[in-house]
């Protein structure tokens, strides 16, 4: 569901305000001071309004239509009617569409396009009461008044315990008040209720960065992006971190020259033409072995290996056996000096962070849907990939 704490985390406040605080406009037009002014005192309730007359009056202006659009996204979180939250979400999705047209490209406008589903009403929890009282704080949250906010999480986790999303927000609106020690503490507790959920990794990092603790900051980002890697706001805040401490991050640059296509029936592999410019090239033999063990998979081996799935795709295991079966290659023609992108591999497999890298540095749709049971047995796996390869540029 939108959540009305993304809105005024650091880098997502920057991205969205400012533009509209150097503009001409901004400074000539008092409508459009309060409104922004108002979206920054966390007084969303109080901004929508201004935002509405805002949109009708400019509609080509890039700023308002997204703010306007994620305050009526976030609108379903706290409105208590049912219908009026399913009409504030699908108006929402539309007014998010169409700033995304107008050249709004923020993570946080992506996320919440993810988020707002045309069909559904997402509550924070199956029981009702529980989850009147969390609308209850996030309508207090909404129009600033943080006191009551806390109330209502804190009665939530003494219903519900185990409910991430009160702990979480407890600590946002510490955060907010500028009091990190206790947002901390909070994010912690969010953190052990949920440990493979990324917000609250985030949030603590923010955190961390308002005390001037990068490196500690550091590692709560790295810990959101590897418990969500292909969440986009997971993924900013770590590039963000980056590079506000300068730190290049990027993964390990590995070509492959070889593909394999399943369509119906019929498997096809794809090899550039540039393996063979040398003769004998003993890495051309690698890529291809590479190539048929593909094949065998999308034809044989998937079904084998995942017998509860129907369909083929391209899976985790598939891709760690085939170029595992391109390093074997090279040992047994005791080649020495393979292509660059072999002894990139070579070296990651010998590191124990193959399926790692595959996971976090090449995924695609089919390899993402394994993150889930890989995580629960590798984390130290994926953060030592991070640290020893993202951290340093790919490896460096």
Avoid: C
């Avoid at 976030?74 to 047209?101: F, I, M, N, S």
């Avoid at 906010?149 to 939530?156: G, S």
């Amino acid at each position: 569901m939108p959540n009305l704490h993304k809105l005024l985390q650091p880098g997502i406040l920057v991205l969205l305000l400012l533009a509209p605080y150097v503009t001409t406009r901004a400074q000539d037009d008092p409508d459009r001071q309060r409104a922004f002014q108002l979206y920054k005192e966390q007084k969303f309730t109080e901004a929508l309004p201004l935002f509405e007359k805002l949109a009708t009056a400019h509609p080509d202006d890039v700023d308002v239509a997204e703010l306007h659009a994620i305050l009526v996204s976030t609108q379903a979180v706290y409105l208590k009617d049912p219908e009026a939250r399913k009409q504030a979400r699908l108006r929402g999705h539309e007014l998010l569409l169409r700033a995304q047209k107008l050249g709004a490209n923020s993570p946080l406008l992506h996320s919440l396009l993810e988020s707002t589903t045309r069909e559904g009403d997402i509550g924070f929890s199956a029981k009702k009461e529980i989850d009147e009282v969390m609308r209850e704080g996030e309508s207090a949250f909404a129009s600033g008044n943080f006191p009551k906010a806390i109330e209502m999480y804190q009665r939530a986790l003494v219903l519900d315990p185990n409910l991430y999303e009160a702990a979480l927000f407890i600590g946002d609106v510490y955060f907010k008040n500028a009091d990190q020690p206790k947002a901390g503490e909070w994010f912690t507790r969010a953190v052990q209720i949920n440990p493979d959920r990324e917000t609250a990794y985030r949030y603590w990092g923010d955190s961390l960065m308002k005390q001037g603790k990068v490196t500690e900051a550091g590692d709560k980002f790295v810990e959101a992006f590897i418990a969500e890697p292909y969440n986009r706001l997971a993924r900013a805040g770590f590039v963000q971190w980056g590079e506000r401490v300068n730190i290049q991050l990027a993964h390990p640059r590995v070509e492959f020259p070889a593909s394999v296509t399943k369509k119906g029936d019929n498997t096809s592999i794809t090899l550039d033409p540039k393996m063979f410019e040398k003769d004998k090239d003993p890495s051309s033999a690698a890529w291809l072995m590479y190539s048929l063990t593909r094949a065998s998979w999308s034809t044989t081996e998937f079904a084998k290996q995942y017998p509860n799935e129907k369909t083929y795709r391209h899976s985790l295991k598939e891709e760690a056996a085939a170029i595992r079966a391109a390093l074997r290659s090279l040992d047994e023609k005791k080649v020495t000096n393979p292509d660059q992108s072999l002894q990139i591999l070579k070296k990651l497999d010998k590191d124990g962070v193959l399926e790692a890298f595959i996971l976090l540095g090449m995924p695609d749709q089919g390899i993402a849907a394994d993150f889930a049971d890989y995580r629960k047995t590798n984390v130290a796996e994926l953060r030592r990939y991070v640290k020893q390869y993202v951290l340093t540029g790919g490896g460096q």
